[in-house]
């Protein structure tokens, strides 16, 4: 009996194995996306223009990943992972390749929309097939593979921007990406072989272009406001005022549509909503730091496209070095605990850097920002794993979704926000070539991200309090 229980489970082992390196590299795609556009902003604006509009290059395309993603969860839910994980490695490899083609701003930000749109797909679902297949215990474990995916793009995502801007061609930024898609939909199609719980759901297409409509109006608003015309104008009242519209219309539908693209009723669980809200200040204090730091550096001391991403790529070093050990931490301290010490963390670094801001120094701010993506692994896997494992299967894609969909909304929203104030100080300065006048834009959005993370702080302390062996959600069949 002990003998065929054994070969039950290596050969459970040796199944899973090939699926884990399909989504690691699934992951990779998304990884070194996030790190190696950051470190090329000054070369594109070179020959596209238009530095007012480089944070449009982040905030489209994390709008348009994180108004994807509760769709793509809902047709997880319904057609299986596979198929929904390889439609979005599809339009990223589409994404990517009219990138590299670009011919003005406008063409690569349009392109980036279809980048987004596919990230949407690979991310959450990489994140879902991890919770159906392994348990919390291996999660644990499994959290460390993944998050050396992290660590390897954390260094050469920035480097290969880097070096790709020094030798004026970041197009390749865009084209690295297409093996990658390749052999990763090659290895899921092979490998993964699904057993999906069969289950019809209905699609919210309305709640999704409410989202849509109100997350872009606002979007626009804060970007343009200042910059295209004046925050206190017609254009101003008219964005704001159809987010605002858009967004409360889509709380009542959500509230009475059968399967809501994103079920607010799941907020109502405590835990859903504190770790919700945990991602979504994770995702703007990831790309507040990863999309202007590089800028800011550049701008600011004249330093070379490789070294400012070199110290960016400290950021996303330090969060899959706490990511690989969160696992060890919450099994032992629980979710709670682990996530406040990530965030306590985050937040003393998020400070340092609005304290040292004024003063460049590439060493300094890799310095920081090492910690502060250190204190962010632990809190991002922590909360995430709590929120599946709080559910089951027929569950889990929509509450990884909403997880998802928060980073992302977050991610989208702060860049906003961030590159509004940016904007609105350099209008009043010198302009965008003036190294103290990007010194200064630079001091007022890291004080931002700085309070970004003690509201942050503040949502994880309302975690309720767990032990991991309260959580019972289990592998799908």
Known sequence: MTASVDRASIGLRSERGPILGALMLATGLIAIDATILATAV????????????????FSVYLLAQAVSVPIYSRFADTVGRKPIILLGIVLFLLGSLLCGFAWSMPALIVFRIIQGIGAGAVAPMAMTIVGDIYTVAERAKVQGYVASVWAISSVVGPALGGIFAQLDAWRWIFWINIPLCLIAGWMLLRNYKEQKQTQRHSIDYGGAVLLTIGLTAVILGMLE???????LSVQSALCFGIGVIALVAFGVVERRVAEPIVDLRLAARRLILT??????????????????????????????????????AALTLGWPLAAANAGRLYLRMGFRRTTLIGMSITTVAAIALAAVAAWPNPFVIAGIAFVLGFGLGWSAAPTLIAAQASVGWGERGAVTGMNAFARSAGSAVGVAVFGAISNAVIAQGAGPDDPGTIIHAS???????????????????????????????????
């Open 225 to 231: 406001g200042g910059n295209a015309w004046a925050w």
């Open 275 to 312: 770790t919700t809200l945990v991602s979504l200040g994770i995702g703007a204090l990831m790309l507040g730091v990863t999309s202007f730091a590089p800028a800011y550096l550049e701008g600011s001391t004249g330093i070379a496209p490789l070294l400012s991403g070199l110290a960016v």
């Open 443 to 477: 001091v007022w959005v890291f004080v931002a991200v700085a309070v970004t993370a003690v509201l942050t702080l503040i949502a994880a302390a309302f975690m309720p309090k767990d032990r991991v062996e309260e959580h019972s959600g289990e592998p799908a069949p």
């Open 42 to 57: 000054p070369s594109i604006v070179r020959d596209l223009g238009s530095y007012q509009q480089f944070p449009w290059l």
